[in-house]
């Protein structure tokens, strides 16, 4: 384990900027549907990027103590970010996709009482993508339990995940049971076909095929990153303009954010922190594996039921998620509720809310 820190040449920010001052900006197609975002709010984040203060960011994010360790071919990145009491909870942070651990920071300031760990996934950000092999979700789970028992030395330890590691956040509890005190939950378990069967509950149904509805009409980038990942990745790793289109879309697509107007993505995530995200994805040049996700997972077998302490925090964007359903693969759910606020990068929307439910849980679990 090596001590890291964030550094970007200033000739790789003098290039991004000239890029984005030669962007050749389009206007909205006729009659398009709502997507999250629209020409003119692209055009504000442009220029914006051209003026961002990146120095200032960089400080920031090297005032959280970051290092990096070989763990199965991957050169991984993460924050720890250690409290003066030994025995404090331990905490694994992961992260979705399109963002990075960067996202996930002020959530992590807020826990000052907490050892709180946030990864970079295998190429991600400061993370090398695996030297060989596909990047699959018991893989990846193994590479963060390891993270957290043989690299840093923590006997017990919470666990959360978002978006592509809300399957590693399950697999993680349910394989270590001895290890894992307690799973928090804000993108609950999607039971196979065959689990739904033995649900047998209407509102499970409904919920899961007004689900695949929704991924029909807003699925399209999943296919595109799963199936023609390269050629998507040549453009925005070549296109500044393009790269930040394509993430920020998801920001607001994904963020409790009204659908009249996609600035409104900037009262939960501020303009700086999504073009910190743009910046890291830029001058890491991983949007390309960032992909890997998508197109190397393959038919993964079910995952167990989760037999530890879970505190289940649904996301306003599975709003309706029935609670038959959680009480079926979380076998000890102590707290079941439907957020107020907070979307699909939940902890990073609502740190407040979502640093104060930890914290609570960490009390029923008599870690704090």
């Given at each position: ?5 964030v550094s970007v040449t200033d000739a790789s920010l003098t290039d991004l900027r000239d890029r984005l001052a030669a962007a050749r900006l389009l206007p909205d197609s006729p009659g398009r549907p709502w997507s999250g975002l629209n020409a003119d709010y692209l055009a504000e984040l442009v220029a914006s990027w051209r003026e961002f203060d990146w120095r200032e960011r960089e400080v920031w994010l090297n ?186 879309e998801k920001f607001v697509e994904w963020s409790d954010t009204p659908p009249d107007d996609p600035r409104s993505v900037e009262r939960h995530l501020a303009r700086e922190r999504l073009l910190t995200e743009a910046t890291i994805y830029w001058t890491t ?84």
């Amino acid at each position: 384990m090596e001590p890291f820190s964030v550094s970007v040449t200033d000739a790789s920010l003098t290039d991004l900027r000239d890029r984005l001052a030669a962007a050749r900006l389009l206007p909205d197609s006729p009659g398009r549907p709502w997507s999250g975002l629209n020409a003119d709010y692209l055009a504000e984040l442009v220029a914006s990027w051209r003026e961002f203060d990146w120095r200032e960011r960089e400080v920031w994010l090297n005032g959280h103590p970051q290092y990096q360790a070989e763990i199965d071919g991957s050169r991984l990145h993460f924050v720890h970010r250690r409290t003066s009491r030994a025995d404090a909870p331990a905490l694994l942070v992961m992260h979705g996709w399109p963002h990075t651990f960067a996202m996930q920071l002020d959530y992590v300031d807020l826990l000052p009482d907490f050892h709180v760990v946030v990864a970079s996934l295998p190429g991600f950000a400061y993370s090398s993508p695996y030297s060989s092999g596909p990047l699959t979700e018991p893989r990846l789970a193994a590479t963060m339990h390891a993270l957290m028992t043989d690299v840093l030395g923590y006997d017990r330890y919470l666990t959360y995940g978002e978006d592509v590691t809300a399957n590693v956040n399950d697999l993680i509890a349910a394989s270590h049971p001895e290890s894992v005190a307690g799973i928090l939950v804000t993108h609950a378990h999607f039971p196979t076909q065959q689990e739904r069967e033995q649900l047998d509950d209407p509102a499970a149904d409904e919920f899961f095929t007004a689900l695949a509805a929704r991924q029909r009409t807003s699925g399209a980038y999943a296919q595109i990153q799963g199936t023609r990942p390269d050629t998507l990745a040549a453009g925005l790793n070549d296109s500044p303009t393009g790269l930040l289109a394509w993430l920020v879309e998801k920001f607001v697509e994904w963020s409790d954010t009204p659908p009249d107007d996609p600035r409104s993505v900037e009262r939960h995530l501020a303009r700086e922190r999504l073009l910190t995200e743009a910046t890291i994805y830029w001058t890491t040049q991983t949007i390309a594996s960032s992909f890997r996700p998508y197109f190397d997972e393959t038919d993964a077998p079910p995952i167990p039921p989760v037999e530890v302490p879970a505190s289940m925090h649904i996301q306003r964007h599975e709003t309706t998620y029935p609670e038959s359903v959680a009480h079926s693969f979380y076998r000890d759910l102590r707290t079941f509720e439907r957020l107020e606020e907070g979307g699909h990068f939940t902890i990073a929307e609502v740190p407040d809310a979502m640093a104060t439910r930890t914290r609570d849980f960490a009390r029923q679990l008599g870690l704090l």
